[in-house]
Every structure is written in structure tokens, then in C-alpha cells.
């Protein structure tokens, strides 16, 4: 475990992107790259739920965090890739304090959760430190939870207020979407629900947290209080690069073409 609950609750402002690719070697790559945190994606990403072992593995001896977003916050999503050893979970699309709560129960394991148990995981060094693991997980594993829809807004401060939920996360494009305002991020509803988002987060001394178009945002969403920022993914960086690379290549052969 690499503390970034302590960090998110000591108030550190803290960066991460997403991993979209189901690539180890992209995992890898990114994760060394010096983010406090990334996100495996199986809800919209091109890998399986299978993968995100490799993925988990190739981030191991890496700095950075590692966040699997699963598909919905039913229980059954969770278990698997919490055993493989991911450090937190992100919780897409919820529209409800039950939802929410929901979350936190299938990370946590009984009483206070519904978490099957079974020591020989990946997690817990496939048994050798099953009882750590057990005691700690509470204070270890992060729940991230997604503002993303209209019916959420109405309960903010008590999603944020749950124990055991740390980060309220917005979703920006299914958020503006649900709000009527798609991919208007000035627009005053969208802008009165992301100030909602973090002053319910910081009431409860819990993280608010978002994605960015482009590091030019940062400030912005910093300013509104986000703490927990994200940047980008490994598909864009490749695809951004490749890009780049064609233009400027493409510029320099005609360049040299018409010195002749």
C-alpha cells in the first residue's frame, strides 16, 4: 500500500490520470512517470477484468497509487479486483446515499461490510499477511464515488458525511449532460453543482476530485477546492504524441522538399 488515504486525508493535493488501454506495459509506463495515482478503467476502458491483475502488477514497483473504477456499485464488481490488490475503487454513476452507501459496504468486509473473505489473495500476500490486511483495510483501501448525475446533487452533504466514502468525484461530461448543459463548463449549473460538490467535501474534511480536459483547468478546479485531480490517460498520451510526431515530420519533409 502506498498511504493514499493518509495523503488524501492530510490534504495533499494530489494528481493521477486515467489507464484506459488494459495495457501492462502502458500501465507501467505512466505509473513511473511520477503520478501520485492512476485509474484502471473497466467501466468505459478497453481492458478486462482479468487484466487489471497484469496492470496492478506492472504499478507495483511504481510511485503511484492504484484506483480501479468498476462498473456499477453493485458488490459483485468489487471483490476481484480488491483481491488482486488495488488500492481504492471509483464507483461510477451514483444517483443515491444508499448507492453510496452500497459502495462502501462491498469494500469493507463484515460487520460493517458485505465483502466476501478469503485469505490466500493477492492482497494480502496470497495468506502471509491475510490478518494486516484484515485489520487495516478500513484505514488503507479508498472509496471514491462519482458526481455524475442530477438525482446526486440533492444529497451531497450526505454522501459526503458517510463513512467510509473519501473522495466525491465529478464526472464532467456525464455531468454537464445530465445537467442539460453538455460540455458547457462555464455554464452556471454545471459551475453552482461543481462548487456544491467541493464545499460538501470540504465540510466533511473528505477529497472533491475531477477529471480535467487539459492541465490549463488546473487552476480553476484548485481554486474551487479539488484536491484529487486527474489529467489525460494513456491513450491520449499515445495518441497525442503520435500526433505531434506525424505533423512535425510531416512539416520538415515538405520543408526539405521545397529547399531543393
Not at 478497453?46 to 497484469?54: K, N, P, R, Y
Not at 459483485?76 to 461510477?92: N, S, T, W, Y
Not at 495518441?239 to 515530420?249: D, Y
Request: glycine share 10%; proline share 2%; hydrophobic share 40%.
Amino acid at each position: 500500500m502506498k498511504n493514499i488515504k493518509k495523503r488524501i486525508y492530510d490534504g495533499e493535493t494530489l494528481i493521477g490520470c486515467w489507464l484506459n488501454l488494459g495495457s501492462t506495459l502502458t500501465s507501467e509506463i505512466v505509473g513511473a512517470a511520477g503520478f501520485d495515482w492512476v485509474l484502471i478503467d473497466t467501466e468505459h476502458g478497453a481492458g478486462s477484468e482479468g487484466q487489471v491483475l497484469g496492470q496492478l502488477q506492472a504499478l507495483e514497483h511504481t510511485s503511484a497509487a492504484s484506483i480501479v473504477r468498476v462498473e456499477s456499485y453493485q458488490r459483485q464488481r468489487f471483490h476481484r479486483v480488491l483481491d488482486f490488490g488495488a488500492e481504492g475503487i471509483m464507483c461510477p454513476r451514483i444517483c443515491t446515499l444508499a448507492e453510496a452507501e452500497q459502495a462502501v459496504k462491498a469494500i469493507r468486509y463484515p460487520p460493517e461490510g458485505v465483502r466476501g473473505v478469503a485469505k490466500t489473495i493477492r492482497a494480502a500476500q496470497f495468506g502471509a499477511d491475510f490478518e494486516d490486511y484484515y485489520a487495516n483495510h478500513k484505514k488503507n483501501l479508498v472509496c471514491i464515488v462519482q458526481i455524475e448525475t442530477a438525482e446526486i446533487l440533492d444529497s451531497l452533504d450526505s454522501v459526503a458525511a458517510t463513512d467510509g466514502v473519501d473522495v466525491l468525484f465529478v464526472g464532467p461530461t456525464d455531468l454537464s449532460i445530465a445537467l442539460g448543459v453538455y460540455g458547457k463548463g462555464d455554464h452556471p449549473k454545471f459551475v453552482e453543482a461543481i462548487k456544491a460538490t467541493a464545499d460538501a467535501a470540504a465540510k466533511k474534511g473528505k477529497a472533491a476530485g475531477i477529471l480535467l480536459k487539459s492541465p490549463d483547468e488546473f487552476k480553476r478546479y484548485y481554486d474551487f477546492g479539488y484536491r484529487f485531480i486527474a489529467c489525460g490517460s494513456d491513450g491520449g498520451f499515445v495518441q497525442e504524441s503520435a500526433c505531434r510526431t506525424v505533423e512535425s515530420l510531416k512539416q520538415l519533409k515538405e520543408s526539405c522538399a521545397a529547399d531543393k
